[in-house]
Structures are given as C-alpha cells and as structure tokens.
C-alpha cells in the first residue's frame, strides 16, 4: 500500500535572501536545514487547514517542528494518526514535499506491539487524498510506499 503522498507546491517559497533573515524564525545556521524548515512550515500549514476544513478534528494550532518536519495529529473515527511533512529532493526541484501519516500509538505499544499493518493507515490516507486533491497550491499529487 502506498502510504506517503508526494506533492508539488506552487505557492511561493523562500528566496535565499529571506531564509534565515529573521532572527525570530532561526532554526539553524546551516542554510539547507534553514530553507527545509521555512519551507515546509507553510505546507504544513496549509495541508492541517485543508484537512480542518473537511470537517476533521487536529489536535494542534499551528503544526509543530521536530526532526527535521512539521506534525501535526488528526483524530479519524477515534483513531489518532501523526501527520509529518518535510521537504523533499526531487532532481534539480526544490518545490517538492511529502507527506506522511502515521496511527498514532503509546509508548510502550510501539516498543513491544507488532507494527500495525499498513491498511490501518486507510482512513488518514482517504482525507489527506482528499484533502491534497482539493488544494489549490498542490500539483504532480503522487502516492509511494517510501520516501
């Protein structure tokens, strides 16, 4: 089952210039961990917004930051699903993001349970088809097993 989306973004993003430039929204010094992470903010952004207006609840405003994504959660039929969205490289392309849910689980469920099966990823993959397809700022939208 393929359960990361790929998506091209055709709204603006940051010039050299302006990655880095506010000392207010510095993550890094290094300028690709920088770029990464002012780009994908407001993908992130716009995909928990495209899902929060079909009518599904998320649990955070806005998204938050860590290893090297944006997340954010979604609540789907009282399941929780984490949502990570992060740059990706796609040839000479900087406008390329991915977009990957994961079911939402404890601690020690996920250390001592077996992974659950890639179907149970269904219903987040289903809203985020839907979400993704709807918006405005997302082309070239591809499924993939990995990224």
């Known amino acids: 089952m393929n359960t990361v989306a790929i998506l091209k973004w055709k709204d603006k993003l940051p ?9 207010a929204t ?4 290094d300028f690709g961990e920088q770029w990464a992470y ?10 928990l917004q495209a899902v929060r207006n079909l009518g599904h609840k998320a649990g955070v405003e806005p998204p938050y930051f860590g290893d090297h994504a944006w997340h954010f959660s979604v609540e789907l039929e009282d399941q929780g699903y984490s949502i990570m969205v992060m740059w990706i490289p796609k040839g000479d392309r900087n406008d390329y993001f991915a977009v990957r849910p ?7 469920a ?4 077996p992974r659950p099966p890639e179907s149970s990823l269904r219903p987040v993959c289903a809203v985020l088809q839907e979400a993704l397809v709807g918006h405005p700022q ?9 990224v």
């Open 110 to 113: 996920s250390l001592l349970l």
């Open 26 to 29: 510095r993550y890094s010094r």
């Open 38 to 47: 002012q780009a994908c903010q407001p993908v992130a952004t716009a995909v």
């Open 102 to 108: 994961s079911l939402l689980r404890g601690c020690l």
């Open 15 to 23: 010039s050299d210039q302006e990655v880095g430039a506010n000392p």
């Open 138 to 146: 997302v082309a070239e939208l591809e499924w993939v097993r990995e």
